[in-house]
T-cell receptor, first 114, second 114 residues
Framework: AQSVTQLDSQVPVFEEAPVELRCNYSSSVSVYLFWYVQYPNQGLQLLLKYLSGSTLVKGINGFEAEFNKSQTSFHLRKPSVHISATAEYFCAVSDRNTGNQFYFGTGTSLTVIP | NAGVTQTPKFRVLKTGQSMTLLCAQDMNHEYMYWYRQDPGMGLRLIHYSVGEGTTAKGEVPDGYNVSRLKKQNFLLGLESAAPSQTSVYFC?????????????FGPGTRLTVL
């Protein structure tokens, strides 16, 4: 089974500053990678996903993530954050070949400070 | 197109009571999932189903049962509720994951067991 590590449980950042949320996964087998966002009292929404091709993936709300196979990482970035980005962010992995489930990280709580 | 819906949104139970959570999806998805979300622990998979009439255990199945009698519905049952089952429960659905599809989440059910 896969394991997903989100290295920071909480990330405070000032408005308009850049932010990076880190995600590492355990296995070198072929995987699909996802980032989800959860706003307070809501379900999870897809931000972006990596399936194949270019290692830099762009998603909604100006977020992007870079797949690094050698480091088994999929870090999420945004050059300038707005206060509306305050939310919980989850990294997830599924196995390309045998996958019938997702493996989620424990989440990173992003707080944007005005 | 309602997506994934969950019933009820909130519930309070006493220890030992039983209840059923209903999840419905209108996207004709084969796969459906039940997760629980607890602070600092991310999403943990309880049970999942890869098709009508099939179910499988996830990471934390004890104390829960599920049924998938119709493709669009996935029921989660608690036979004898315990305070440790106080949590937010999310249902999700997807196409087969080896195609790189994402999971679509419902809005959640907040359950408190006294």
């Amino acid at each position: 089974a896969q394991s997903v590590t989100q290295l920071d449980s909480q990330v405070p950042v000032f408005e308009e500053a850049p932010v990076e949320l880190r995600c590492n996964y355990s296995s070198s087998v072929s995987v699909y990678l996802f980032w989800y966002v959860q706003y307070p009292n809501q379900g999870l929404q897809l931000l972006l996903k990596y399936l194949s091709g270019s290692t830099l993936v762009k998603g909604i709300n100006g977020f992007e993530a870079e797949f690094n196979k050698s480091q088994t990482s999929f870090h999420l970035r945004k050059p300038s954050v707005h206060i509306s980005a305050t939310a919980e962010y989850f990294c997830a992995v599924s196995d390309r070949n045998t996958g019938n489930q997702f493996y989620f990280g424990t989440g990173t709580s992003l707080t944007v400070i005005p | 197109n309602a997506g994934v819906t969950q019933t009820p949104k909130f519930r309070v139970l006493k220890t030992g009571q039983s209840m059923t959570l209903l999840c419905a999806q209108d996207m004709n998805h084969e796969y459906m999932y039940w997760y629980r979300q607890d602070p600092g622990m991310g999403l943990r998979l309880i049970h999942y189903s890869v098709g009508e009439g099939t179910t499988a255990k996830g990471e934390v199945p004890d104390g829960y049962n599920v049924s998938r009698l119709k493709k669009q519905n996935f029921l989660l049952g608690l036979e004898s509720a315990a305070p440790s089952q106080t949590s937010v429960y999310f249902c999700a659905s997807s196409a087969p994951l080896n195609r790189g599809d994402t999971q679509y989440f419902g809005p959640g059910t907040r359950l408190t067991v006294l």
